[in-house]
């Protein structure tokens, strides 16, 4: 269990595949904040199929469209857990719109929740993360930035901010042991896809088999396995990448 002592903030935490990534750090156990803004009731389910040993799980109510808010409630949890040690930056929303079809309130709130509330997390546990001279911070990301999807682009624009984002922080903080990663998962099977793609999912899932090298469907383990690497000693060296788990679809 090499995150024991450890404590990791994983936003979105409550949905496909921020339940899988809060198993798997608690698994190595660290003591995971679940934030989302609704779905309390998985985190018992989830306690009770972890190891013994494993770290503790909790659930903190969060609406990440206000930036300000989660910005206070993570300065607040930081310092009530001693510092803050590993943040994943999961949360999104994907309305699939053409650009023409969505408003200004809405590609501002997509942005705020996909993109503004990594940076305000980012500075309120980064300030900890210096003072103990280690930290890592994973931000997910998505093979869409290939541009081969439309009526995506409030999602996308906020997810190229996070790829950006990720190399800008990488930089900044590498002098004080902090790691910066993007992890973007291809097609893994969620709640968000069957309701994003609805009517159509037989259809995309044939699309999405034809382009993969791998012929199976992906889970959202494999994409939490992937962070469990990135913020190993086993990438001590590794800093400012974007690692894609999709199966073998986007090859850059």
């Known amino acids: 269990m090499f995150l024991a002592g450890k404590t990791a903030l994983v936003t979105g935490a409550t949905g496909g595949l921020g339940v899988a990534q809060s198993a798997a750090l ?21 306690a009770a199929g972890l190891p013994p040993g494993a770290g503790k799980l909790r659930y903190v109510a969060c609406d990440l469209a206000d930036s300000r808010a989660s910005q206070a409630l993570a300065r607040r949890l930081d310092t009530e857990v001693g510092g803050i040690d590993v943040l994943v930056n999961n949360a999104a929303v994907n309305p699939m719109k053409p650009i023409d079809g969505y408003d200004l309130d809405e590609w501002e709130r997509v942005q705020a929740i996909n993109a503004t509330a990594a940076v305000a997390l980012a500075q309120a546990v980064v300030p900890s993360m210096k003072r103990k001279g280690w930290g890592n911070i994973v931000n997910i990301t998505t093979i869409t930035l290939n541009g081969g999807w439309t009526d995506f682009t409030s999602y996308v624009g906020s997810k190229g901010t996070l790829l950006g984002l990720t190399r800008a922080l990488a930089r900044e903080l590498g002098p004080f042991n902090i790691r910066v990663n993007c992890v ?69």
């Open 26 to 46: 608690a698994a190595e156990g660290a003591d995971v904040l679940m934030l989302d803004i609704k779905g309390p009731e998985a985190v018992e389910a989830l």
């Open 184 to 252: 973007s998962p291809g097609a893994i099977p969620t709640a968000l896809e069957r309701e994003v793609w609805a009517g159509q999912l037989d259809t995309y899932v044939k699309f999405l088999l034809d382009h993969q090298s791998l012929k199976y469907r992906g889970s959202p383990e494999d994409v939490a396995n992937a962070i469990l690497f990135l913020v190993s000693d086993k990438a001590r060296f590794i800093t400012g990448q974007n690692l894609s788990v999709d199966g073998g679809w986007w090859m850059h």
